[in-house]
C-alpha cells in the first residue's frame, strides 16, 4: 500500500471517516446522559509534629520531614478495613469495607505533610457527608494508633484545613471528555476502515496498475480517454476541438504505429460489462478517417446494439445479414466518412450466430474495399461472444475503465482472449481521471483546443 493508494481512497471515501467520527462523538454525548452522575467532594489535613519546646532549626526541619513521611504512610491506613469500618457503623451503611473503599480517596500531596480524603456519591450532598465522615473516622483512628501505650499525649496531630463541601457539579461523565473521546475513537475506526479499503482494493487506476497486470504485461498502452461527465458519446462529431476528441485521435495515430500489429481488422473489446466500447471504436473510426485511412465499422454487440444507437442507425444490420434475411451492402450505411454495419435486431444468442463462417466472410468482403475494419466486440467478461467475434479480427484492443475493473478481471479478459489465439495489440484506459495523484499522462495535460481566429 502506497501513499498515492491512501490519498485516492482518501478522496473517495473520505465522507466515511467524517460521518464515524461524527458518530463517535454523538456516542459520547448521549453516553453523557445514560451514565449515572458521580460527585465527589474533598476534604484536607494536615499532619503536624510537636517539636520540643526551643527546638533548632534542624530540629523543626526534621519535624517536618517526620510529618511528611507520616503523611504517606497514613495513605494505607486510611483505606484500612479499620476506618472503613468505623465509616460504615457512622453512617449505618450496608457496604463491605470492599465495596466502600471504591467511593472513598486518599491522596498526599508530595512533599508536604497534607492529606486529602474524598467520597464519592450519587448525589453531591451524600458526596459530602461521606467525605466527612470518612475524614472523622481517619483522625480517630489515628489518634488510637498513635498514642503512646504508656499514656500521654500523641506528638503527633492532624489538624482539618478544608471541610469538605458539597460539589457544583459532578465528576463524572464529562460532557467534554465524553465527546473528545468518542471522536477520537470514531476517527480511528474511520481511519483502519480506509486504511483496509486503500489494502483491499484491487480495481485499476492508472496505466502503471495494468502493465503490473501479468498477461499484459508486455503490451502497449495506447492511451487514454479523460473522464467525462455523462454517458460517452462520439465526440469528433460533437466537440471536434474538444479534449475528449484529441484523446482519441492520439489513442488512434498510436494504434496506427503499433509495431509488428496487423491492422486490417480490428475487434475492439472490454474486459468487462461495465466497460463501454461503442464510443471508443465510433471515435477511433472516425479519427483514422480523418487521417485518410478508409475505414469500415461493424456493431458486433448483438445483446445491446450500442454503437448503432449511439450512431443513430436502425434497419437490419448484422444479425440479420448472418441470418440470411438480409444482404451486406443494402445493409451498410455510411456515416461521417466511414461506413457502418449495424447491429441489427438484438437476438437472444448471439455466440450462435458469430460462431458460424458468414462473420468471417462480411469482414472479408469489407475489408477487400477499405483499408481498415474495426469490429466492435461485446465485453469478454462473461460471455463467449466476445471470442468468436475477436477471432475473425487480426488484433484486438482491449478497454478498460479506471476504477471499475479490478486486476483479476482484466487479467482474466486478456488470458480468456489469448487462450483461443486472439493476438491483444494493446490497452486503452477508459474514463481515465485528468486531476489527482491517478491523473493519466495521457489525457491531464490536454487542453480544450479553439478555433483560429480569423484574420484580415
Known amino acids: 500500500m502506497t501513499s498515492t493508494t491512501v490519498l485516492r481512497a482518501l478522496r473517495k471515501w473520505w465522507w466515511v471517516v467524517v460521518v464515524l467520527t461524527l458518530v463517535g462523538g454523538t456516542a459520547g454525548a448521549l453516553s453523557t446522559a445514560v451514565i449515572a452522575p458521580t460527585y465527589k467532594a474533598t476534604g484536607s489535613l494536615v499532619v503536624t509534629y510537636n517539636a520540643p519546646v526551643g527546638a533548632s532549626s534542624s530540629d523543626l526541619v526534621q519535624a517536618n520531614t517526620f510529618a511528611v513521611q507520616k503523611a504517606v504512610a497514613y495513605q494505607q491506613i486510611a483505606l484500612s478495613e479499620r476506618v472503613l469500618s468505623v465509616v460504615i457503623a457512622d453512617l449505618g451503611l450496608s457496604d463491605t469495607p470492599e465495596e466502600l473503599a471504591l467511593d472513598l480517596e486518599v491522596e498526599a500531596t508530595l512533599n508536604t505533610p497534607i492529606l486529602q480524603l474524598s467520597g464519592k456519591a450519587g448525589t453531591a450532598g451524600d458526596a459530602a457527608v461521606l467525605a466527612q465522615a470518612y475524614i472523622t473516622a481517619f483522625t480517630e483512628v489515628i489518634a488510637e494508633v498513635e498514642t503512646p501505650s504508656t499514656g500521654g499525649a500523641s506528638p503527633v496531630r492532624i489538624e482539618t484545613l478544608q471541610e469538605p463541601i458539597a460539589p457544583p457539579k459532578p465528576e463524572t461523565p464529562d460532557l467534554l471528555v465524553n465527546v473528545a473521546i468518542g471522536l477520537g475513537a470514531g476517527l480511528a475506526v474511520g481511519l483502519i476502515w480506509l486504511a483496509v479499503a486503500a489494502a483491499t482494493d484491487r480495481r485499476i487506476h492508472t496505466r502503471d496498475e495494468i502493465t503490473e497486470t501479468a498477461a499484459l504485461s508486455k503490451r502497449r498502452i495506447l492511451g487514454g480517454v479523460p473522464a467525462a461527465h455523462g454517458a460517452a458519446g462520439v465526440a469528433l462529431i460533437s466537440q471536434p476541438l474538444g479534449r475528449e476528441a484529441e484523446a482519441y485521435r492520439t489513442i488512434a495515430a498510436t494504434l496506427g504505429h503499433t509495431p509488428d500489429a496487423r491492422l486490417g481488422v480490428v475487434a475492439i473489446a472490454a474486459a468487462t460489462p461495465r466497460d463501454n466500447t461503442s464510443a471508443l471504436t465510433a471515435n477511433i473510426a472516425l479519427a483514422m478517417n480523418e487521417f485518410g485511412v478508409r475505414v469500415a465499422v461493424i456493431d458486433a454487440n448483438l445483446r445491446s446494439g450500442r454503437l448503432s444507437a449511439l450512431l443513430g442507425l436502425t434497419g437490419p444490420g448484422l444479425a440479420e445479414v448472418l441470418r440470411g434475411d438480409a444482404e451486406l451492402t443494402p445493409s451498410l450505411h455510411q456515416t461521417e466518412g466511414i461506413t457502418v454495419l449495424a447491429a441489427g435486431k438484438s437476438v437472444d444468442s448471439p455466440a450462435e450466430l458469430l460462431s458460424g463462417t458468414e462473420l468471417g466472410n462480411v469482414v472479408k468482403e469489407l475489408r477487400a474495399s477499405h483499408d481498415m475494419v474495426f469490429i466492435d466486440a461485446p465485453p469478454a467478461l462473461p ?14 484492443v482491449l ?40 491523473a493519466d499522462p495521457s489525457t491531464s495535460l490536454y487542453r480544450e483546443l479553439q478555433p483560429a481566429r480569423k484574420t484580415d
Open 399 to 438: 478497454a478498460v475503465s479506471a476504477g471499475r475493473v479490478t486486476t483479476g478481471q482484466l487479467d482474466s479478459a486478456a488470458q480468456a482472449l489469448e487462450a483461443v489465439g486472439v493476438e491483444v495489440i494493446g490497452v486503452v484506459m477508459m474514463n481515465a481521471p485528468v486531476r489527482g495523484s491517478d
Open 383 to 396: 460471455l463467449s461472444d466476445t471470442i468468436f467475434a475477436a477471432s475473425v479480427a487480426q488484433s484486438t
